[in-house]
């Protein structure tokens, strides 16, 4: 018999805690499949976030080091500092990214820090119950936005990818969806790229990853996907927002 | 070895080198900015890194990720940048990570002075980060003292897996004297196995981690770190006792501060009234016992604490007088150091008052 599909072996024999329909699943199976992909898996040490993805320091076959809230970019510095040979990524949300850690994003990119930046925006925090994000949409409903995000009182929408493209020391910047197959392949395609930029020390790679929260956003998983497509794509447009040379 | 004239926190920086530290997260704040600066002009030079973060927060982060790819690294600030490191000592300690803080303390709450004091005492040895944790917190008096502790602590870090704390104050990082770069006995330490350097498959993946959603099973993570605590609190308990003997009154004092009181001493002789001094090296484990020990002797009448402080160590004191005695407190605060005289005169009228 063939084997056509199987687990990537950067994933761990661990059954992931995401709710149904949740798309942190289909990202983490995409970084594992780069990192087996570019046979890097002895080399790889991850920066797990807080945040739903909290456990992805027991989802990824490979060492792991657990950050404090937005903190990842800065642990990743550390660690890449003393072992500039291996190949260190983040794994973060929108509320770790965009909010508490927005310093330590925006100087890991400043720097060109040699690292990989997976962040994952679903336009809310997912972990504590579907509070308010920097990424939530204006006139998105959350807990903490119960009449919609109005800008007037809350602002306005962070753009991370634009925002760190405009930046000398970024590498590599490039937002991605995982709403539908088409989609799903770009976006492994981005986040291969962004993990060989490191191998090939290129600096600092950055993809943005929209994805879903069926269970905040109050939706199916399938009209999550939807709600991608026709509400968050039109204000967090996909592609390659700066590629150095 | 030759002596070298060198000040305070270049002396720091230098013994930490020395200590084989190759790795330096620092973000600039008065009165330490030598230290980066020392960092930031060697490191380079034999093969090791400097950074200058964007804040302490990410500073001590760096420090976090560095120390659990396994590197001996340092950080230093002082009393508002510490502040700021405390979500990630917390996370250190909780992780069981070696490293080393340094924090010339100044005068605080807020933004506070830039004058030297030990107004950051709660934070250094009660805690400063949410959790049941410790540091292990050295107070040199001297120059010479700041050396030998900073090169100590790497290995006692390593050793414990724990964050050291070294708490001078602006005095201290700023003064100049002659220093000798002598390390003291190599510990026998153990290899590094839990650290995060990638995995080749010859063993199982390394996490660190402080996060335990089981109650029981975090319960159970913080009873094995109070077990590590005790013994640290066997071990490594370090103080100086200081004509004790025959002492009337035992005045406790650290760093800056018992370099005053020793002068006073022996003015103080002159008078007639003997007075001892028990000065902590360590603040964390405490040095309870000689305390306890000379509250039970009869010559000692009294015990007075001095601080630049609003009197944060006293509470210590007391848990070892136990009540066998009356402690006095005596302090300043703000950036001011106490003169000889002023602790004198304190001296003088505790006495009137016990004979
Ligand atoms: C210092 C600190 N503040 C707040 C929290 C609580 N907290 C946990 S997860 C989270 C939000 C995470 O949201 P996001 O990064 O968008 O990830 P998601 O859960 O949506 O995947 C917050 C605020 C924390 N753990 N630490
Ligand atoms: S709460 Fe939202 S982001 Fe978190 S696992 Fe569930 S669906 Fe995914």
Redesign the pocket.
Request: glycine letters at 18%.
């Given at each position: 018999m063939t084997v056509v599909f199987e687990k990537p072996k950067a994933l761990s024999e661990v059954p992931f805690h995401y709710c149904p329909g949740c798309t942190?699943g289909i990202i983490h199976r995409l970084v594992a499949e780069a990192i087996d992909d570019l046979n890097i898996q002895d080399k790889a040490i991850g920066v797990a976030?807080?945040?739903?993805?909290?456990f992805a320091y027991n989802y990824f076959a490979c060492d792991m080091h657990e950050a404090?809230?937005?903190r990842a970019p800065a642990v990743a510095t550390g660690i890449k500092r003393v072992l500039p040979d291996n190949i260190v990524f983040t794994y973060?949300?929108?509320?770790?990214?965009a909010?508490?850690g927005a310093a330590e994003i925006v100087h890991a990119a400043a720097r060109n820090e040699n690292i990989t930046v997976i962040f994952?925006n679903?336009a809310?925090?997912?972990?504590?119950g579907g509070?308010m994000?920097p990424t939530t949409l204006i006139g998105q409903v959350t807990t903490t936005s119960p009449y919609g995000r109005d800008p007037k009182l809350a602002g306005y929408p962070i753009k991370i990818s634009e925002m760190l493209a405009t930046l000398d020391g970024a590498y590599y910047v490039e937002r991605v969806s995982v709403h539908d197959v088409k989609h799903i392949k770009q976006a492994k395609k981005a986040i291969k790229k962004a993990f060989e930029n490191q191998v090939n020390n290129k600096g600092f790679s950055l993809i943005e990853v929209l994805s879903t929260?069926p269970t905040n956003w109050g939706m199916s998983p399938s009209e999550s996907l939807d709600w991608v497509k026709d509400n968050m794509i039109p204000v967090y447009p996909l592609g390659v927002k700066k590629e150095g040379k | 070895m030759e002596k070298v004239l060198m000040k305070g926190n270049e002396a720091i920086a230098e013994a930490a080198i020395q200590a084989g530290c190759r790795y330096f997260f620092g973000y600039p704040i008065t009165p330490q900015n030598e230290i980066p600066a020392y960092m930031a002009k060697k490191l380079p030079k034999i093969g090791g890194t400097f950074l200058q973060a964007e804040s302490e927060v990410s500073a001590i982060n760096m420090v976090y990720g560095a120390a659990g790819a396994g590197a001996r690294v340092m950080t230093s600030s002082s009393s508002p940048g510490i502040s700021l490191k405390q979500?990630g000592i917390s996370y250190i300690a909780g992780a069981e990570l070696p490293c080393v803080i340094v924090n010339i303390v100044r005068g605080g709450p807020g933004l506070g002075g830039i004058q030297p004091a030990q107004s950051d005492y709660f934070q250094a040895v009660k805690g400063g980060g949410h959790g049941d944790y410790h540091l292990i917190v050295y107070a040199p008096s001297t120059l010479q003292e700041m050396v030998s502790l900073t090169m100590g602590a790497f290995d006692v870090a390593d050793l414990y897996r724990n964050p050291v704390m070294i708490l001078g104050d602006g005095m201290l990082g700023q003064m100049m004297e002659p220093v000798e770069f002598i390390k003291p006995p190599a510990r026998e330490l153990p290899k590094k196995e839990w650290a995060t350097t990638g995995c080749d498959g010859t063993r199982e993946t390394n996490i660190i981690n402080s996060l335990y959603i089981d109650p029981a099973e975090l319960e159970k993570k913080v009873e094995e770190l109070y077990k590590k605590y005790e013994l640290i609190k066997e071990q490594e308990v370090s103080y100086e006792e200081y004509n004790c003997e025959n002492a009337d009154i035992i005045v406790t004092a650290y760093g800056t501060t018992s370099r005053i009181v020793k002068s006073v001493i022996e003015m103080a002789k002159e008078e007639g009234i003997n007075v001892g001094l028990i000065r902590p090296i360590t603040l964390w484990p405490f040095p309870y016992e000689p305390i306890s020990k000379y509250a039970d002797k009869d010559h000692v009448k009294v015990f007075l604490s001095v601080e630049m402080s609003k009197g944060q160590m006293i509470e210590d004191v007391k848990l070892g007088v136990n009540g066998k005695k009356d402690v006095y407190f005596y302090g300043r605060t703000g950036g001011m150091v106490p003169t000889p005289d002023d602790i004198l005169a304190e001296i003088r009228n505790i006495m009137k008052g016990v004979q």
């Open positions: 942190h976030p807080v945040g739903c993805s909290v404090a809230h937005g973060q949300g929108d509320g770790d990214l909010s508490i994952v679903n809310i925090y997912g972990m504590t509070q994000a929260c | 979500e």
